[in-house]
């Protein structure tokens, strides 16, 4: 195939210097590249997608009559991460992971950061995702957020931007782990020769980490799913098979005396540990929303009894609201006395003065978001946007302003992606996972998102994203070392 | 194991054993019709009344047809048995716990079930040989067996899996023999002739028994094939072999080495057992063949309300729930 047909189009891409020399990183895989015909470039995709079908890797969308199931695009052509770039990604990760969980546990405990008007106090204790029953709670090894999912993306200047903390219950890590699966057979000799890190030892993570939190010898683990309606029921399912423990429903689990059983066969059975895939409000109706009927009655006394251990921790959602991203460089500095190593994206709070002044002001320019909401929607992309639509959001804004954080647009970086016009760039955004147990680790590969709509900058799965295997190297000199 | 697992793991066998009967029944019957005499009409109609199904049926035509019977038993999904209906609903159990199933097993029943929802939507077979396709379900299925039977763990699971295939497999069985019932003959004077015997070999033919048969008992009397069907100790679909099968299944799930019983479920599924075991074909003719599969039928349920009972039930801290499969 010639490559020379790529044009970046004036945005950072992975593969290509803006002079159209290829970065380093990616010389080896260049190569297979050129010698690799656009028909057999359509087939590795077609068999990829037949692949996903195959294997039911498949999420559910919402209020879409085509049928529940689809599949998540999943894009041939890999992002590749050199190594000393990842050496970088994981420190940041690290440290804002170390600061955030202290940050949780004093929300719920001493709240020192309030005492310390580092952030504001109504923020904090007027969200509703504070929750009070976590007051004065401290979980099994002080660790709240175990599992983290933190989206980052690349700006035009190849400088990485935080852009959300994902600490409730973050999504794709078996489309990380499964798209490994399938982009290995798509090119099997190249993963030994650029030394791509292995990620498929996530799961045994995962597990060691929930054995981890709880005080028993060999506790019995469980995945806590809200059920097969869910759209991430897929990888609930994976997980607890690649992890060999229970996938439970709330239908299956009893609370007696403070204690968690689960329903078998063979009578009642005491389970230890939840990873937990449905919402703290949902958790327990006893304590929270009383009108949930995916979660177990009693099961939040049990947790505060130390009788069951749950990751992530409930509360943890107050540290990923949009409006408390904006403080979480100040308080990296202020647990850790440290600079972030990561930055976050410059952030205009609307429940400021000055910053709603700028944001009316400006707002044809920049990403207006909800503080509360996901997965893409009410959001406003001020470039993209008509005026009746500015309009409508400086009125929104008017009138609730601390729902709303505004951004300048970010010209997201762009990887080679296979279309039907050939190799084209296309934005993506990248997702690693951390798990906290022992230490913190970073898993070594990610969920790239990538939007596959011509020139737009919204990756979310639900408003047509796919995904890229992402290849981080062993070391950046093109040799595996010696383990 | 879960409850909810163990509900969905023997729903899963019975689903899958039905869908392979229905595909048996269907192929038989088309074969039987192309060695009709010209002048007799085809009859599409016993399979409907051996489903159970002719009720619903009837709600939606009162023709019964080739193409018609065809499409209500293969892809009908108003039809909650319809071959379609049932596959749907044994990879819907397949999904919800997918975790307990090994990768083989999944990915090939998933196929299944794409290879029959592409068909389905085509809405009837076409131009093409009916036969072709129950073929290839039959096929897909005893594959999903086969690599069940050589990479399942003899846990739970597999009994489970088990209990609801051999009991499903009791049923349809017995309904196989009450479709000859519903079989006519121009008039009673047929009974031995070519015709009389035709019925009989498909239905030896639709649970692949006709070469066991023939070396077993030898010639084609209606009483032998009851006994071959109904009674016989060796042969894997007659209905006491698949009881006894189910007893065995619910011994190892409670770890009973003794005969008798430790739960309804066994003393029920004993009772069958037994009765059968003891019972000469004689006095199932005495009885009548269609009351005594009638009331066969009805243990067979009640077996399938114990199991319920002793291992699916839970308690939901909100409500009692039950199993809504049936």
Same mark, same amino acid.
């Given at each position: 195939?010639?490559?020379?047909?790529?044009?970046?189009?004036?945005?950072?891409?992975?593969?290509?210097?803006?002079?159209?020399?290829?970065?380093?990183?990616?010389?080896?895989?260049?190569?297979?590249?050129?010698?690799?015909?656009?028909?057999?470039?359509?087939?590795?995709?077609?068999?990829?997608?037949?692949?996903?079908?195959?294997?039911?890797?498949?999420?559910?969308?919402?209020?879409?009559?085509?049928?529940?199931?689809?599949?998540?695009?999943?894009?041939?052509?890999?992002?590749?991460?050199?190594?000393?770039?990842?050496?970088?990604?994981?420190?940041?990760?690290?440290?804002?992971?170390?600061?955030?969980?202290?940050?949780?546990?004093?929300?719920?405990?001493?709240?020192?950061?309030?005492?310390?008007?580092?952030?504001?106090?109504?923020?904090?204790?007027?969200?509703?995702?504070?929750?009070?029953?976590?007051?004065?709670?401290?979980?099994?090894?002080?660790?709240?957020?175990?599992?983290?999912?933190?989206?980052?993306?690349?700006?035009?200047?190849?400088?990485?931007?935080?852009?959300?903390?994902?600490?409730?219950?973050?999504?794709?890590?078996?489309?990380?782990?499964?798209?490994?699966?399938?982009?290995?057979?798509?090119?099997?000799?190249?993963?030994?020769?650029?030394?791509?890190?292995?990620?498929?030892?996530?799961?045994?993570?995962?597990?060691?980490?929930?054995?981890?939190?709880?005080?028993?010898?060999?506790?019995?683990?469980?995945?806590?799913?809200?059920?097969?309606?869910?759209?991430?029921?897929?990888?609930?399912?994976?997980?607890?098979?690649?992890?060999?423990?229970?996938?439970?429903?709330?239908?299956?689990?009893?609370?007696?005396?403070?204690?968690?059983?689960?329903?078998?066969?063979?009578?009642?059975?005491?389970?230890?540990?939840?990873?937990?895939?449905?919402?703290?409000?949902?958790?327990?109706?006893?304590?929270?929303?009383?009108?949930?009927?995916?979660?177990?009655?009693?099961?939040?006394?049990?947790?505060?009894?130390?009788?069951?251990?749950?990751?992530?921790?409930?509360?943890?959602?107050?540290?990923?609201?949009?409006?408390?991203?904006?403080?979480?460089?100040?308080?990296?500095?202020?647990?850790?006395?440290?600079?972030?190593?990561?930055?976050?994206?410059?952030?205009?709070?609307?429940?400021?003065?000055?910053?709603?002044?700028?944001?009316?002001?400006?707002?044809?320019?920049?990403?207006?978001?909800?503080?509360?909401?996901?997965?893409?929607?009410?959001?406003?992309?001020?470039?993209?946007?008509?005026?009746?639509?500015?309009?409508?959001?400086?009125?929104?804004?008017?009138?609730?302003?601390?729902?709303?954080?505004?951004?300048?647009?970010?010209?997201?970086?762009?990887?080679?992606?296979?279309?039907?016009?050939?190799?084209?760039?296309?934005?993506?955004?990248?997702?690693?996972?951390?798990?906290?147990?022992?230490?913190?680790?970073?898993?070594?590969?990610?969920?790239?998102?990538?939007?596959?709509?011509?020139?737009?900058?919204?990756?979310?799965?639900?408003?047509?994203?796919?995904?890229?295997?992402?290849?981080?190297?062993?070391?950046?000199?093109?040799?595996?070392?010696?383990? | 194991?879960?409850?909810?697992?163990?509900?969905?793991?023997?729903?899963?066998?019975?689903?899958?054993?039905? /869908?392979?009967?229905?595909?048996?029944?269907?192929?038989?019957?088309?074969?039987?019709?192309?060695?009709?005499?010209?002048?007799?009409?085809?009859?599409?109609?016993?399979?409907?009344?051996?489903?159970?199904?002719?009720?619903?049926?009837?709600?939606?035509?009162?023709?019964?047809?080739?193409?018609?019977?065809?499409?209500?038993?293969?892809?009908?999904?108003?039809?909650?048995?319809?071959?379609?209906?049932?596959?749907?609903?044994?990879?819907?159990?397949?999904?919800?716990?997918?975790?307990?199933?090994?990768?083989?097993?999944?990915?090939?029943?998933?196929?299944?079930?794409?290879?029959?929802?592409?068909? /389905?939507?085509?809405?009837?077979?076409?131009?093409?040989?009916?036969?072709?396709?129950?073929?290839?379900?039959?096929?897909?299925?005893?594959?999903?067996?086969?690599?069940?039977?050589?990479?399942? /763990?003899?846990?739970?699971?597999?009994?489970?899996?088990?209990?609801?295939?051999?009991?499903?497999?009791?049923?349809?069985?017995?309904?196989?023999?009450?479709?000859?019932?519903?079989?006519?003959?121009?008039?009673?004077?047929?009974?031995?002739?070519?015709?009389?015997?035709?019925?009989?070999?498909?239905?030896?033919?639709?649970?692949? /028994?006709?070469?066991?048969?023939?070396?077993?008992?030898?010639?084609?009397?209606?009483?032998?094939?009851?006994?071959?069907?109904?009674?016989?100790?060796?042969?894997?679909?007659?209905?006491?072999?698949?009881?006894?099968?189910?007893?065995?299944?619910?011994?190892?799930?409670?770890?009973?080495?003794?005969?008798?019983?430790?739960?309804?479920?066994?003393?029920?599924?004993?009772?069958?057992?037994?009765?059968?075991?003891?019972?000469?074909?004689?006095?199932?003719?005495?009885?009548?063949?269609?009351?005594?599969?009638?009331?066969?039928?009805?243990?067979?349920?009640?077996?399938?309300?114990?199991?319920?009972?002793?291992?699916?039930?839970?308690?939901?801290?909100?409500?009692?729930?039950?199993?809504?499969?049936?």
């Amino acid at each position: 195939m010639d490559t020379n047909l790529y044009h970046p189009k004036g945005f950072y891409d992975e593969m290509f210097s803006s002079d159209g020399a290829c970065r380093p990183h990616y010389c080896d895989f260049l190569e297979i590249l050129k010698k690799t015909s656009a028909k057999k470039m359509a087939h590795l995709q077609h068999s990829a997608n037949k692949t996903q079908v195959a294997m039911g890797m498949t999420f559910n969308v919402y209020h879409d009559n085509q049928g529940v199931e689809k599949i998540l695009h999943l894009d041939i052509v890999p992002r590749i991460i050199a190594h000393a770039e990842w050496k970088h990604l994981e420190a940041g990760l690290k440290q804002r992971i170390y600061a955030l969980n202290l940050f949780i546990h004093d929300m719920y405990n001493d709240q020192k950061a309030l005492k310390d008007k580092i952030i504001p106090k109504d923020l904090i204790l007027g969200s509703k995702d504070y929750l009070k029953a976590c007051q004065g709670l401290i979980p099994p090894k002080d660790i709240w957020c175990h599992i983290t999912g933190t989206d980052l993306v690349k700006d035009k200047d190849g400088e990485y931007y935080i852009l959300e903390d994902n600490l409730r219950c973050p999504s794709g890590v078996s489309y990380m782990l499964e798209s490994r699966e399938i982009i290995k057979t798509a090119y099997p000799d190249l993963f030994n020769k650029l030394g791509v890190m292995p990620v498929s030892d996530y799961p045994a993570k995962l597990l060691k980490m929930l054995q981890f939190i709880s005080n028993k010898d060999r506790p019995v683990v469980g995945v806590l799913t809200p059920g097969i309606y869910n759209s991430a029921y897929f990888e609930h399912s994976y997980l607890a098979l690649q992890m060999g423990v229970e996938l439970v429903s709330g239908v299956d689990l009893i609370t007696k005396g403070k204690k968690v059983y689960m329903q078998t066969t063979k009578g009642l059975e005491q389970i230890d540990v939840l990873y937990r895939r449905i919402d703290d409000t949902f958790l327990d109706p006893l304590t929270f929303n009383p009108h949930s009927l995916l979660g177990v009655p009693g099961i939040f006394e049990a947790y505060k009894a130390g009788n069951i251990a749950l990751a992530n921790a409930p509360g943890t959602g107050i540290a990923d609201d949009k409006a408390v991203y904006a403080y979480v460089p100040r308080l990296i500095k202020y647990y850790l006395g440290e600079e972030p190593i990561l930055n976050n994206v410059p952030t205009y709070l609307c429940r400021e003065e000055k910053d709603r002044q700028y944001v009316l002001d400006h707002i044809e320019d920049l990403v207006v978001k909800e503080t509360n909401a996901a997965g893409g929607y009410g959001m406003l992309i001020g470039p993209k946007s008509t005026q009746e639509e500015h309009a409508k959001f400086r009125q929104l804004i008017k009138d609730n302003p601390t729902n709303y954080i505004a951004q300048p647009t970010l010209s997201l970086s762009t990887v080679p992606t296979w279309t039907e016009d050939g190799l084209e760039p296309r934005h993506v955004d990248l997702r690693p996972y951390i798990l906290y147990g022992e230490d913190i680790e970073v898993i070594p590969g990610a969920l790239t998102r990538v939007a596959l709509k011509k020139g737009s900058l919204v990756v979310n799965s639900s408003q047509g994203g796919g995904s890229k295997d992402t290849w981080v190297l062993y070391s950046d000199e093109g040799n595996t070392p010696s383990i | 194991m879960l409850s909810r697992v163990g509900n969905s793991i023997y729903w899963l066998g019975r689903y899958l054993e039905r /869908a392979e009967n229905y595909a048996r029944f269907l192929d038989v019957n088309f074969n039987l019709m192309l060695d009709l005499p010209q002048d007799l009409k085809a009859q599409w109609e016993p399979l409907v009344y051996a489903t159970g199904d002719h009720e619903l049926y009837l709600k939606k035509s009162n023709q019964f047809d080739r193409k018609s019977v065809i499409y209500f038993l293969t892809f009908d999904e108003d039809n909650p048995n319809s071959i379609f209906s049932s596959i749907s609903y044994a990879r819907e159990n397949a999904r919800v716990i997918r975790e307990n199933l090994t990768k083989e097993t999944w990915e090939k029943l998933n196929e299944l079930y794409h290879f029959v929802k592409k068909r /389905a939507e085509k809405k009837e077979l076409g131009k093409e040989d009916p036969r072709v396709f129950f073929e290839s379900i039959k096929n897909q299925i005893l594959l999903l067996y086969g690599l069940a039977d050589s990479t399942v /763990a003899r846990t739970e699971g597999w009994h489970f899996r088990q209990l609801g295939m051999f009991l499903e497999r009791a049923d349809k069985t017995s309904r196989m023999v009450d479709v000859k019932y519903h079989m006519l003959l121009p008039s009673p004077n047929w009974v031995g002739t070519p015709l009389d015997f035709l019925h009989w070999t498909a239905l030896l033919k639709s649970v692949t /028994a006709f070469n066991t048969y023939r070396r077993l008992y030898g010639n084609i009397e209606p009483s032998a094939v009851v006994e071959f069907l109904l009674l016989n100790k060796f042969f894997p679909r007659s209905v006491f072999f698949c009881i006894k099968e189910a007893e065995r299944c619910l011994h190892n799930i409670s770890g009973n080495k003794e005969t008798g019983f430790r739960n309804s479920a066994e003393k029920s599924v004993g009772e069958l057992r037994s009765k059968l075991e003891f019972t000469d074909v004689e006095e199932i003719i005495e009885v009548g063949l269609h009351e005594y599969i009638d009331q066969l039928q009805i243990k067979i349920n009640q077996i399938s309300n114990r199991i319920n009972d002793n291992f699916f039930q839970i308690k939901d801290n909100f409500s009692i729930q039950n199993s809504v499969q049936e």
